[in-house]
């Protein structure tokens, strides 16, 4: 079984996308817009209104001031049974984590893969808009959206933050949603691996030493 087209609906504090209710509790803060490809939605934290797919416009509150970090609260996952992050867990690397409590979710996730008690997939993205840099975490009321531009006197209020999409096929999803976050990063250089040629060093590439060495 898959999902139909992406349609999403914001209720208050509740987001549901193609019928299915993902998190609850979503700050007002939290717009969400559907990506124009179809693709899934990508969620805007800012001040104003807009308008989602169903023409249905919903008020938010004032922005808060602009900062080089802020936090934006998503709220519950709807029926978590496991997931599987991405995480930066030092300056240059990142490292797989799997749970299935979301008090789990390490800091600095980049990339969210949850599985749900009914078998369909949730995939949450991160994304990089303006001055702000997203990630991940978790805070007091669940999954947090952190955006940060790593300079006290470089400041933000708010952006396209993360991008969001429902299926059943692992491989489907995370290729989709691959090539969505590629289209939102495009002014940054960002290309999928399938549209970049190989260098023709690749042919006489070998074994890391540090996987060699460096490993148990």
């Known amino acids: 079984p ?16 193609d019928g299915c209710p993902i998190l609850s509790s979503l700050a007002p803060l ?8 179809g693709a899934g939605v990508v969620l805007h934290v800012s001040a104003g ?10 008020s938010t509150e004032s922005a808060p001031a602009p900062d080089s970090r802020l936090t934006w609260s998503l709220g519950m996952p709807v029926s ?3 997931f599987l992050a991405c995480h930066r867990f030092a300056l240059f690397w990142m490292a797989p984590k799997v749970g299935s409590a979301l008090a789990d979710v390490p800091p600095e996730t980049q990339c ?28 007091s009321d669940g999954l947090e959206l952190l955006g940060e531009t790593n300079d006290p ?13 429902t299926g059943f096929d692992p491989y489907e999803l995370l290729a989709r949603g691959a090539a969505a976050v590629a289209r939102y990063l495009a002014p940054l250089g ?4 399938k549209d970049k040629p190989l260098p023709d060093f690749m042919d006489l590439f070998g074994w890391c030493t540090w996987d060699a060495f460096y490993a148990d």
């Open 190 to 193: 960002c290309r999928l691996r």
């Open 2 to 17: 898959s999902c139909p087209e992406p349609r999403l609906m914001k209720q208050p504090e509740h987001l549901q996308l």
């Open 112 to 139: 969210l893969l949850m599985e749900r008690t009914d078998g369909r997939l949730v995939l949450m993205v991160p994304l990089i808009d303006k001055v702000f840099r997203y990630s991940l975490q978790v805070g």
């Open 30 to 37: 939290i717009h969400t817009i559907p990506d124009p490809t």
């Open 80 to 82: 978590l049974r496991r």
């Open 49 to 58: 209104t807009v308008k989602n797919i169903r023409d249905t416009t919903f």
């Open 153 to 165: 006197f470089t400041t933000g209020s708010g952006g396209v933050g993360a991008f969001v999409a």
